[in-house]
């Protein structure tokens, strides 16, 4: 880590991930200065979170605490000025969170967020200002009839895909804001806004609703990604009065407005300190690691996701496209795995007594092909492919149902890894001698797993310096906002 000079100025950027929440403030030359982070599990207890969730009982609603990403906010702010961290340095900050994430704030709430107190935190202030205490999350997929009714609204799965992105996922915010106004009516009529995870944070620091940006704003079922606008097919399948509800979508590049007064009297940021466009984990992972043309990023967190640049959107049944957070005029493509991160460590906690060593040792004392062995591994519904169970195969492509730990491990990596790189050569993704595998997420730390990803993709394999892409690209999009002026959105929106 950098040491900045004392009064030399700062980029701050954040990210509501689904286990924690992290911080990483750059100077000037985009040098990492100060890391930090809050664990929601294991820092938050009385949420009583797994991962950062609530799996409800049918095992297909996950959801997570809203007011837990508030608290963690004011733990990591508190933790940070303890630390003597120069919040008055900062000229600009952004953000990213877990994509498709709803945040439902009820009516009044606009008012409590100007009128904040900077002797009391977030927390206590902002009890009553949620219509919606159990936001759902990117791993919900309990909403598959609003799924089929926007499709049909729409005029089919590939229409849709060719307005939005994507066809209808379970997990998009708009099937989402549709099941709560079929099953709790009541909260919906309460709701007077409605945020993604990552307008919700902007608007945090804000002290107003912030707008949703293009980029995350993709994940929604909702935008016309070529027109950058609400869909009126896809509003008026989902709610009356929706627009309204949403607000007006912006760059993501967009100078907000200054941080808010609550936030300058309490830790002492500067008025001049601007708040950028807050984007989807994703988006901002893309901007941090300033993928080239031809490069693939494949990020390691709770989900598995691949991404890459696109200049033409070219959307599909399979996988997303996604407005791009740093080209004006760009797209990105996108698929995401859920049985990521989590997977492993079930499997290393049942096959390596909870040691990711352990799970590493088994990596290297095993051949590349596993001798034949291969799994599929969907404990929960999978979202490339829609599939669950656990499937093992050996050399004869017999049906197994259990082996050694060391070829369960190998087994499980290779499968992951061939999936990844099957789903993305059937969007077309071809893999040649130039391509370079760009790999972030807490996963990619470990040398063994980013060993067999450069093995299945026959392609080289680079880290970067800092494993938290996301909230390194959103320090580096507050610094890009600052010095280009971004686009400065409409302050009503
Ligand atoms: N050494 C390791 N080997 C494999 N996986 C790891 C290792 N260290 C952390 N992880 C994985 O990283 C995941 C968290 O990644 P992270 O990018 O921080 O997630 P998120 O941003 O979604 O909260 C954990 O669930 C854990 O399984
Ligand atoms: O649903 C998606 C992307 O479409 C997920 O990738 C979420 O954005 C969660 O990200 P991580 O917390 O796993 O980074």
Redo the contacts with the bound molecule.
């Keep these: 880590m950098a040491a900045a000079e004392p009064d030399s100025p700062l980029y701050l950027g954040l990210?509501f991930?689904?286990?924690?929440l992290?911080a990483v403030a750059i100077d000037g030359d985009l040098g990492p200065v100060h890391q930090d982070s809050v664990q929601f599990d294991s820092e938050l207890p009385e949420f009583r979170t797994h991962?950062?969730v609530h799996i409800h009982p049918d095992g297909l609603t996950v959801t997570s605490p809203v007011l837990m990403w508030v608290k963690a906010l004011d733990l990591l702010l508190d933790r940070m000025k303890a630390a003597g961290f120069g919040f008055s340095r900062v000229r600009a900050l952004s953000g990213s969170g877990?994509q498709h994430g709803a945040v439902f704030w009820r009516t009044g709430a606009a008012r409590t967020l100007t009128q904040l107190d900077p002797g009391q935190n977030l927390h206590q202030q902002l009890t009553d200002s949620f219509s919606v205490q159990d936001s759902p999350v990117w791993m919900d997929s309990s909403s598959g009839p609003q799924c089929d009714a926007l499709q049909e609204a729409a005029g089919g799965a590939m229409r849709l895909a060719d307005i939005t992105g994507s066809r209808a996922y379970e997990r998009f915010t708009g099937n989402q804001i549709s099941k709560l106004r079929q099953t709790r009516p009541d909260q919906f009529q309460d709701t007077e806004r409605i945020s993604l995870v990552s307008s919700f944070g902007a608007s945090l620091f804000l002290g107003r609703y912030a707008a949703i940006d293009y980029s995350d704003g993709s994940g929604m079922n909702l935008l016309d990604i070529r027109d950058r606008m609400w869909s009126q097919i896809c509003l008026d399948a989902t709610a009356t009065n929706l627009k309204r509800l949403l607000g007006e979508p912006s760059p993501s590049t967009a100078v907000l407005g200054p941080v808010s007064s609550f936030l300058q009297h309490r830790y002492g940021f500067s008025g001049s300190c601007s708040v950028v466009a807050f984007t989807g984990?994703n988006p901002a992972s893309l901007a941090g690691m300033r993928l080239h043309q031809g490069d693939i990023a494949v990020?390691?967190?709770?989900?598995d996701t691949l991404f890459l640049s696109l200049s033409e959107p070219r959307p599909s049944l399979e996988g997303h496209v996604f407005c791009n957070p740093v080209e004006p005029d760009g797209f990105m493509a996108l698929l995401c795995f859920k049985n990521g991160?989590?997977t492993?460590?079930r499997v290393?906690d049942r096959c390596c007594s909870g040691s990711?060593d352990v799970?590493?040792q088994a990596l290297d004392g095993t051949p590349l092909g596993n001798h034949g062995n291969i799994g599929f591994y969907f404990d929960t519904m999978e979202i490339t492919p829609p599939a669950v169970g656990l499937h093992r195969f050996d050399a004869n492509d017999r049906q197994v149902s259990s082996w050694s730990p060391e070829l369960e491990v190998r087994a499980l990596v290779e499968g992951q890894f061939l999936s990844r790189r099957l789903h993305a050569e059937r969007l077309g993704y071809s893999i040649g001698s130039g391509t370079r595998v760009l790999a972030?997420?807490?996963?990619s730390?470990?040398r063994q797993?980013l060993q067999v990803l450069s093995d299945v993709f026959n392609a080289p394999v680079y880290t970067i310096d800092l494993?938290?892409s996301?909230c390194l690209g959103s320090a580096y999009r507050a610094l890009h906002g600052n010095h280009s002026n971004g686009t400065t959105a409409n302050p009503t929106s």
Aim: net charge negative; aromatic share 6%; hydrophobic share 25%.
């Design positions: 990210d991930s689904t286990q924690q992290k991962g950062g877990q984990d990020s390691l967190g709770t989900s991160s989590l492993r460590e290393r990711w799970f590493s972030t997420g807490g996963a730390a470990n797993i494993s938290d996301a």
